[in-house]
């Protein structure tokens, strides 16, 4: 009868649509008078919010401020200070806050009873995102809108729930047995998409599952160009790639696409100029397409929650994408930040934080394309390669990324169809950096490795230029 009283006291309390355990909250609470010393894994995963009662939130905030302040803490410092602020009743009293040791049954198990209060908690957040989706959806809301919502509330939680996963050392040792088995088991690097630029792949070693990378350049270098090609050359070797342009449409895109495909000058197949040669070329170009795996979302109002929405989409109707290439970030919005007013420089932050959670959560290879400031046009010819510094809003992304790669036309390009492209591996988290030079056959949109790049390597995963085919 006494847990029922206690219940009809939290206002709202309905146990069919508020999964709670207030045993569990109390005991939590009981705990940190009894013995602080075992507390610091509760204090590391719950806060206020978790509780459901509002008093344990009260009781909860005021014991993690005090121990935050140096002091110890015990019902008699916590009944004075909730007096001084004229809180005491509505925490229930001295004699509630006494009796929250009661509740405890060892102060050993308060990591168990902090697990249910957080589990309870994602439960009803679950819930009350649920309600919100619910209604937006009878507001007449916008598919892609729902979607976002709805995997902004997947994502929410997940992070929340992040909070509960620790490993011990018995753990560690058999997930890293694990791997190394695996590993041994197939050719190392077998989960790392390719660029099929030899001169990139020679240090990136490929782009690697959980791993953001950053593809960064001045206008019309060919970043767009490039993440395209890599993107596309992935889906036809079965790694489901999903392409996320906001700079074009799907149509643009498959332009260049087929241009290349069929080898014919981008700039005529823009403008129609079809021949019956050329219609040829593509209908049986287009035919052995519909086998691959490749797909576009132009969403121009693309953000993370959207994102995450399209994978897991495609995941359902067809298998798990194995890599995400963005077109590129600073057209994003993150759907939270910009509505608080925000500067930009923040807004880019969260988005690049966002797509890392995104590359971890997934575990593939995200690639995302970023602009440059105009620094590197403003220095002489010796200092004008880009610098981590150049990234346009850069705030935290040469943080999240682990990769950073910056794509550079030096003065002394190949005059003509063929222009050189100096690639610069400026930061690479988990392996070395360096400068290469790839070729960009820009009528055809198309990326090769250089002639020396491909006699030295033997022409393994890569093409030579035009010229140099068979």
């Given amino acids: 009868?006494?847990?029922?009283?206690?219940?009809?006291?939290?206002?709202?309390?309905?146990?069919?649509i508020h999964p709670i355990n207030l045993d569990a909250e109390k005991a939590v609470l009981g705990t940190f008078f009894l013995d602080e010393r075992v507390t610091a894994a509760a204090r590391a995963m719950l806060t206020p919010d978790d509780f459901?009662?509002?008093?344990?939130?009260?009781?909860?905030r005021l014991i993690v401020e005090v121990l935050d302040s140096g002091s110890g803490v015990d019902p008699m410092i916590l009944a004075n200070e909730f007096e001084r602020r004229g809180k005491l009743e509505k925490v229930g009293g001295f004699s509630y806050i006494t009796g929250l040791e009661q509740a405890v049954i060892s102060p050993d198990n308060v990591t168990y009873h902090a697990e249910i209060v957080l589990n309870k908690?994602?439960?009803?957040?679950?819930?009350?995102?649920?309600?919100?989706v619910q209604e937006g959806v009878f507001k007449d809301e916008n598919l892609g809108m729902a979607l976002g919502n709805l995997a902004n509330l997947v994502d929410e939680i997940a992070q929340r729930s992040s909070r509960l996963r620790t490993m011990d050392s018995e753990e560690l040792a058999t997930e890293m047995w694990g791997e190394i088995e695996h590993e041994s088991q197939a050719?190392?690097?077998?989960?790392?998409?390719?660029?099929?630029?030899?001169?990139?792949?020679?240090?990136?070693?490929?782009?690697?599952?959980?791993?953001?990378?950053?593809?960064?350049?001045r206008p019309s270098v060919?970043?767009?160009?490039?993440?395209?090609?890599?993107?596309?050359?992935?889906?036809?070797?079965e790694v489901r790639t999903l392409l996320a342009t906001l700079e074009m449409s799907w149509r643009m895109v498959m332009d260049r696409v087929v241009a290349a495909g069929i080898s014919v000058n981008a700039d005529r197949f823009r403008k129609r100029q079809y021949d019956p040669q050329m219609l040829s070329k593509c209908a049986e170009f287009l035919e052995d397409f519909k086998t691959k795996f490749f797909h576009i979302f132009d969403d121009f109002n693309t953000n993370n929650q959207?994102?995450?929405?399209?994978?897991?989409?495609?995941?359902?109707?067809?298998?798990?994408?194995?890599?995400?290439?963005?077109?590129?970030?600073?057209?994003?919005?993150?759907?939270?930040?910009?509505?608080?007013?925000?500067?930009?420089?923040?807004?880019?932050?969260?988005i690049s934080r966002g797509l890392k959670g995104i590359a971890r959560d997934f575990n593939i290879p995200v690639i995302a394309l970023s602009q440059l400031n105009r620094s590197s046009e403003q220095r002489n010819a010796k200092e004008a390669q880009p610098r981590l510094s150049d990234l346009r809003?850069?705030?935290s992304i040469e943080q999240d990324a682990d990769v950073v790669i910056f794509m550079h036309r030096p003065k002394d390009a190949f005059p003509g169809n063929m222009e050189k492209i100096e690639i610069n591996v400026a930061k690479n988290r988990n392996g070395p950096i360096g400068i290469r030079e790839i070729l960009f056959d820009k009528p055809h949109q198309t990326?090769?490795?250089?002639?020396?790049?491909?006699?030295?390597?033997?022409g393994e995963n890569c093409e030579p230029p035009h010229q140099y085919r068979d």
């Fill in 1 to 16: 009868m006494k847990g029922k009283t206690e219940m009809k006291n939290v206002q709202g309390f309905d146990p069919r």
């Fill in 52 to 60: 459901y009662d509002p008093r344990h939130q009260e009781i909860y």
């Fill in 121 to 132: 908690a994602n439960l009803r957040r679950i819930i009350s995102g649920a309600h919100a």
């Fill in 187 to 217: 050719d190392m690097g077998d989960d790392a998409v390719k660029s099929h630029l030899r001169a990139l792949d020679d240090i990136i070693h490929g782009f690697k599952p959980g791993e953001l990378t950053i593809i960064a350049a």
């Fill in 222 to 237: 060919g970043k767009s160009a490039l993440a395209v090609q890599i993107a596309v050359k992935s889906g036809q070797i």
């Fill in 306 to 350: 959207s994102l995450r929405a399209a994978l897991i989409s495609i995941g359902h109707r067809f298998s798990p994408v194995k890599m995400l290439v963005v077109d590129y970030m600073q057209l994003m919005n993150d759907g939270v930040t910009s509505r608080r007013g925000a500067n930009r420089q923040e807004i880019v932050s969260s």
């Fill in 393 to 395: 809003e850069s705030g």
């Fill in 447 to 458: 990326f090769y490795d250089t002639p020396q790049t491909y006699e030295t390597r033997g």
